[in-house]
């Protein structure tokens, strides 16, 4: 259990955030796909990328971490080796999406399993596309579900052009590095842009492929060419709580350093700015195709906005933190489009309107794919469940710190993608 206190005041300083999630995952994944080694630096040592880790190992890879850096040997493309054991894939849709995209190829059997709010999610948007490029693969509840099992390939995968019906990274993803190993190249067309972090890397390790519009298409490869050194700029979805909490606490003033602001990812920035935060972005640079900068957040008033479709898959984990600073802004927000939000760690929109009403009675409500809020309702003390989902944690613990406090359950759930959140915030 973790009670926050109230905030007397504003955020002042600098703030350096841990590494960016779903680049570091990419980071171990592709380094263990080359043959020279690659050292990893700011990479999150959070329990999700440390799933990764662990699996990559049991795939062959050698890893060595040393706090936030990782130094990774692959042994190439096609020297994937067969996991003696089931690779365990904990609270991580990353982890297991990316990786059931990598195996599918293989000549050996995978079993992926993961923990409960993983065996939850839906993994037959990955099994379909796998699928009909040859796979095989097995899961419970009619393919569903964790636990998965990919049988050993046959032969090689055919190339496929492929339409996702929902823009998802994670699924984009594992249908690339699929088609790394197919016969001919393979396209995935994206409703909507998604991070695009796959893409960059795999371009980085000198991998054929080539975006048109919402169409990537990737090239099969014989072998990949890893730079000597990976920089992983920090993690804007971690940013966010204390780019909220700035925003909305009289007299902050705030810079947080070297925060990946790659476009596909800044959908915060923007409807936060939209909402009349006063936030800039300072010192811009780039690193291995990705962008990074120093955001600096002053306080301000804030106004309801209205949202959704190409915007959200670019603020898609963010929505809970923006939903904090909506309930501290004047007027109303509408949130359309975000179904998705049902099926990650936590079913977020319930969680929302579960919890976050009880800090701000009557502020939250939500339909199949749509989140309201009534800003600027009276706030109260409350405790709050975090459903074991750190999102949710992180998001409580600075409404609670920026309204009359709250306590959270379990608030472990934060080591996912910020084990040092709760040091940070006091
Ligand atoms: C991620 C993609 C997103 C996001 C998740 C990380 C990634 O999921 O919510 O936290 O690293 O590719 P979806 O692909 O399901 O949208």
Redesign the pocket.
């Known amino acids: 259990m973790k009670k926050i206190l109230p905030l007397t005041h504003g955020l002042r300083g600098t703030i350096k955030i841990p590494g960016d ?2 680049i570091s ?2 980071s171990a994944i592709l380094s263990s796909l080359a043959t020279t080694p690659v050292e990893v630096t700011n990479f999150l040592a959070g329990a999700d990328c440390l799933s990764t880790v662990a699996c990559m190992k049991s795939l062959g890879a050698t890893i060595e971490r040393a706090g936030e850096k990782l130094l990774v040997t692959g042994n190439g493309l096609r020297g994937l080796r067969e996991p003696e054991n089931v690779l365990d894939a904990g609270n991580s ?2 982890t297991l ?2 990786l059931m995209g990598l195996c599918a190829p293989q000549k050996f059997l995978t079993t992926f399993t993961g923990d409960a709010s993983l065996r939850r999610r839906p993994m037959a948007r990955v099994i379909k596309p796998l699928a009909e490029m040859n796979a095989s693969i097995v899961g419970r509840n009619g393919n569903r579900n964790l636990p998965i099992t990919i049988l050993p390939a046959e032969k090689n995968l055919r190339g496929i052009r492929y339409e996702m019906p ?8 594992a249908i690339l590095l699929a088609g790394l190993f197919a016969n001919s190249p393979t396209t995935v067309v994206e409703p909507a842009p ?2 695009n ?2 893409e960059k890397m795999l371009s980085a390790f000198g991998a054929k492929i080539e975006r048109h519009g919402n169409e990537i298409t990737i090239s099969p490869a014989e072998s990949l060419h890893a730079p000597e050194k990976i920089f992983v700029p920090g993690d804007i ?1 971690s940013a966010a709580y204390w780019i909220v909490l700035a925003t909305i606490l009289d007299g902050s003033d705030v810079t947080i350093q070297n925060v990946g602001v790659n476009e596909t990812r800044t959908g915060i920035l923007d409807v936060l700015n939209q909402m009349g935060a006063m936030i800039e972005l300072v010192n811009l640079r780039t690193s291995g195709g990705e962008k990074f900068a120093d955001v600096h957040v002053v306080a301000s008033k804030l106004r309801g906005v209205e949202f959704g479709g190409e915007m959200i ?1 670019r603020l ?2 963010e929505i809970p933190a923006l939903a904090v600073a909506a309930a501290f802004a004047h007027g109303t927000t509408v949130i359309r489009d975000v179904s ?1 939000l049902r ?2 760690e936590s079913d977020r929109l319930a969680a929302i309107v579960d919890e976050f009403n009880k800090i701000a009675p009557d502020s939250f409500t939500a339909t199949d794919d749509t989140l309201t809020i009534r800003g600027g309702r009276e706030k109260i003390f409350a405790n709050c469940n975090t459903r074991a989902d750190h999102r949710m944690a992180m998001s409580l613990a600075i409404f609670g710190a920026a309204a009359k406090g709250v306590t959270l359950d379990d608030e472990t759930c934060v080591d996912i993608s910020y084990p040092n959140f709760f040091e940070e915030l006091n």
């Open positions: 999630k779903s995952h990419r849709g990353t999406r990316l929902v823009a998802s990274a994670q699924v984009k993803s998604s991070r972090h796959t979805s898959p898609i984990d998705e099926v990650k």
